[in-house]
């Protein structure tokens, strides 16, 4: 029993990198993510009898992420918009010329996540940036297939518009 | 084959067959405006991950590592108080009446052992009415008058977030604590009385200032409670109106 809790740790350990990636791009800032990630891994670990071993612990981590920042934007009930500020910057712990520039693209990553609705951020957190299949997208969120492609278009046309002031679509698609 | 947005995002996102993606990628190679698109789209989703970099690089922060290896894990939780629970009549009742509580709560680790032992007896807080659970005493007292906003210092009973449920009733969550520990729950105002729709004896977390009442409940009051609510809690001013009419439901 203990050797499993163990490995079960050490996967968790092993996980930690994605879900901080995870619970930042949901809440666009690092110590809010940190708090997320947190509470996620004491739930977890407080419930992890449900949890079915040889299924896959990261999707089982996202979900109660995920479902962890809905229940706090409706406790606090945050608006979305009222994110969009950069005083990020001042809590992001690099520095350095370097990793200034990788801290900057950050800064305007997270903005434009900022300005998305939050069921599209949640399908770009898993499928654009963690590289989940849209099938795995789909279970953590607990929708079809459909919507997370669905969502997946708009919130692409959308980053496009920040991040390129747009794409061309090509005529033989339209 | 035809073409599509959707289909080129399949291209770009890995979901197509081997076979798929050679037929996309023929497709694209022909045109130099389908290429700049599909150019276009991987280097958003490149630009994204590469903008993550750092906090994948980085170490974890300590608070992390500790509560993966440090947050303790229960022994299996549900079983062992279900046995004891099961020989009152009215429990049997109870549990065969899932609508009273919660199924996840219930396997999150509700625990009524050591309520009941004085629910039978004089003076608890919580007692059994016709197949449900009812408040008394100051806990029925402190649902009904007192405002999330009071002070509540010197009370057993704490007041959490007040919010209409589902039914439209007025529901509000409470920690009281007692000999035997700290139990939290959801009462829900019906017919002049509050009737308990979870319980759980699992401890609150410790809470900051800065956290907001509902992020201190025990996890099984939390997705009790986000079962039940419609629309957001209630302000200080909507819970005071409620109060003053009486918690009647709307």
């Known amino acids: 029993m203990d050797a499993a809790h163990a490995e079960l740790r050490s996967q968790m350990m092993a996980l930690l990198p994605r879900l901080r990636r995870f619970a930042l791009a949901l809440t666009g800032r690092t110590a809010e993510a940190d708090d997320l990630v947190q509470d996620t891994v004491e739930r977890a670990l407080r419930n992890l009898d449900r949890f079915v071993p040889d299924t896959r612990m990261d999707s089982w981590l996202f979900r109660i992420a995920q479902n962890l920042w809905i229940d706090t934007l409706r406790a606090r009930k945050v608006r979305r918009h009222t994110r969009n500020d950069l005083s990020e910057a001042e809590q992001l712990p690099y520095d350095g010329a370097r990793a200034a520039e990788s801290h900057l693209l950050l800064s305007q990553t997270l903005t434009a996540l900022g300005a998305l609705p939050e069921d599209q951020r949640d399908v770009v957190a898993l499928v654009l940036i963690d590289g989940l299949s849209y099938r795995e997208a789909a279970s953590i969120l607990e929708v079809p297939i459909g919507t997370v492609t669905s969502r997946l278009a708009r919130a692409r046309d959308a980053l496009a518009l920040r991040v390129f002031g747009g794409t061309q679509v090509p005529e033989t698609l339209q | ?250």
């Open chain 2, 1 to 250: 084959m035809k073409l599509s947005r959707d289909l080129l995002f399949a291209y770009v996102d890995g979901e197509l067959s081997a076979e798929e993606a050679r037929r996309v990628a023929e497709e694209v190679a022909k045109d130099a405006e389908l290429h700049a698109y599909v150019e276009a789209q991987k280097t958003l989703k490149a630009q994204l991950q590469a903008a993550f970099k750092p906090i994948m690089e980085a170490p974890a922060p300590e608070r992390l590592a500790r509560a993966v290896n440090e947050t303790p894990i229960p022994e299996s939780k549900t079983v062992a108080p279900l046995a004891g629970w099961a020989r009152h009549g009215f429990l049997k009742k109870l549990l065969r009446a899932p609508a009273l509580l919660p199924a996840g709560a219930m396997a999150a680790g509700i625990v009524l052992g050591f309520l009941l032992a004085d629910s039978f007896g004089m003076g608890g807080d919580i007692s059994g009415q016709g197949g449900r659970l009812i408040t008394q005493g100051q806990l029925s007292r402190a649902l009904s008058n007192r405002l999330a906003e009071d002070d509540a210092s010197g009370s057993a009973t704490r007041i959490g977030v007040s919010f209409v449920s589902r039914a439209g009733q007025f529901c509000r969550s409470f920690e009281t604590a007692r000999a035997e520990g700290t139990v939290a729950g959801i009462a829900c105002r019906d017919n002049a009385l509050w009737r308990i729709a979870a319980l759980s004896s699992e401890a609150p977390r410790a809470r900051t200032e800065f956290q907001q009442a509902a992020s201190g409940m025990p996890a099984a009051i939390r997705d009790a409670l986000n079962g039940m609510i419609v629309g957001n809690p209630l302000d200080a001013d909507a819970e005071r109106a409620a109060r003053n009419q009486g918690w009647r439901a709307r």
